[in-house]
């Protein structure tokens, strides 16, 4: 079954380092998100991502972070300088968007530690 | 406003038993989607079940199945004969809109099922 996959599992930075982090979307899929969950606390969206540009952004998506779509598989999110209130679990999920049935689906995780 | 609503921080259930786990939004728009996942202790988000708003019949999915109420606009989860393996963070979440452009999701703040033996 396709998946989405997510690397590194566990980024470990400097306060004011800039970090990438990276994930593959399922494959024919056409829609790419974003989402933090902060220890203990629920899961936020960040950003939606669809034919080479953002769709929608929360607050949190600020100027410190982007995303980008560099070649046909990766999706990319970075963090240009990184606070200690940005640890946290960090999701891709993707889906096909096409049907409000379609469930997104999420890869496993990159668990951000800053320091 | 809290657009998602779970009020059990924590449920227990015996093993085999049935448990409901609740859900309530808020929304204006007359269609959306809700939606149910499972996050076990090692991190991973796994998609249980849908409800379409206009769907009339409850949704089920092998032993999860989804209590729509939706004048109530409540969403919960059930979870019949319940196994060990069910130990986990249960998150219900909401798309507004039919999808598109407005394909995000909004998460509750989780319920923490514990199965006991």
């Known amino acids: 079954e396709p998946e989405v996959t997510q690397t590194p599992s566990h980024q470990v930075t400097q306060m004011g380092q800039e970090v990438i982090l990276r994930c593959v979307p399922i494959?024919?899929?056409?829609?790419f998100y974003w989402y933090r969950q902060i220890l203990g606390q629920k899961v936020e969206f960040l950003v939606s991502f669809y034919n080479n540009e953002i769709s929608e952004k929360s607050e949190i998506f600020d100027d410190q972070f982007s995303v980008e779509r560099p070649d046909g598989s990766n999706f990319t999110l970075k963090i240009r300088s990184t606070k200690l209130e940005d640890s946290a679990m960090y999701f891709c999920a993707s889906n096909l968007g096409t049907s409000g049935s379609d469930e997104q689906y999420f890869g496993p995780g990159t668990r951000l530690t800053v320091t | 406003a809290q657009k998602i609503t779970q009020t059990q921080p924590g449920m227990f259930v015996q093993e085999k038993e049935a448990v409901t786990l609740d859900c309530t939004y808020d929304?204006?728009?007359?269609?959306?989607?809700l939606f149910w996942y499972k996050q076990p202790s090692s991190g991973e988000m796994i998609f249980l079940i849908y409800?379409?708003?206009?769907?009339?019949q409850n949704a089920t999915e092998g032993r999860y199945s989804l209590n729509f109420q939706k004048a109530r606009k409540s969403a919960n989860l059930v979870i019949s004969a319940s196994q060990l393996g069910d130990s986990a963070m249960y998150f219900c979440?909401?798309?507004?809109?039919?999808?598109?452009?407005?394909?995000?999701?909004?998460f509750g703040t989780g319920t923490l099922l514990a199965v006991q033996p």
């Open positions: 929304t204006s728009d007359q269609s959306y989607g």
């Open positions: 494959s024919n899929h056409l829609y």
């Open positions: 409800q379409g708003s206009y769907d009339e």
């Open positions: 979440a909401m798309r507004e809109g039919r999808g598109g452009a407005t394909n995000k999701l909004i």
